[in-house]
């Protein structure tokens, strides 16, 4: 069982920047060997996909929506992956999850993804 736990969510203005980080369970099994993925979901929507990276970290993707402005990296030895958000827009507000791959691979399907952190708000005001 993999527990996530995510941090750094806040309001922050339009242009503005923010760091989320995600930290994982030593009771996950081997960090190196999950692929991580942050999603996001606005009230009444689907969730949808935002970065996701591989096990070694030598492989991201991204929505479009944020490709450019997002960065997902990760540190293994700390067990955290992290989403550095740039130039935030409005649209991106939304309540942030990480989640945990059953893959070592980079994927964007979320069924592919166990396990899930509580969420952290992203409020961006105008």
């Known amino acids: 069982q993999v527990q996530l736990v995510e941090s750094g969510g806040g309001l922050v203005q339009a242009g503005g920047s923010l760091r989320l980080s995600c930290a994982a369970s030593?009771?996950?099994?081997?960090?190196?060997?999950?692929?991580m993925g942050w999603f996001r979901q606005v009230l009444g929507k689907e969730r949808e996909f935002v970065a996701a990276?591989?096990?070694?970290?030598?492989?991201?993707r991204y929505a479009d929506s944020v490709k450019g402005r997002f960065t997902i990296s990760r540190d293994n030895a700390k067990r955290t992956v992290y989403l550095q958000m740039e130039n935030l827009e409005r649209e991106d507000t939304a309540v942030y999850y990480c989640?945990?791959?059953?893959?070592?691979?980079?994927?964007?399907?979320?069924?592919?993804?166990?396990?899930w952190g509580q969420g952290t708000q992203v409020t961006v005001s105008s």
């Open positions: 989640a945990a791959s059953m893959f070592a691979l980079s994927t964007s399907r979320p069924a592919n993804f166990p396990y």
């Open positions: 030593a009771s996950g099994g081997t960090f190196s060997s999950r692929g």
């Open positions: 990276i591989s096990g070694s970290g030598g492989s991201t």
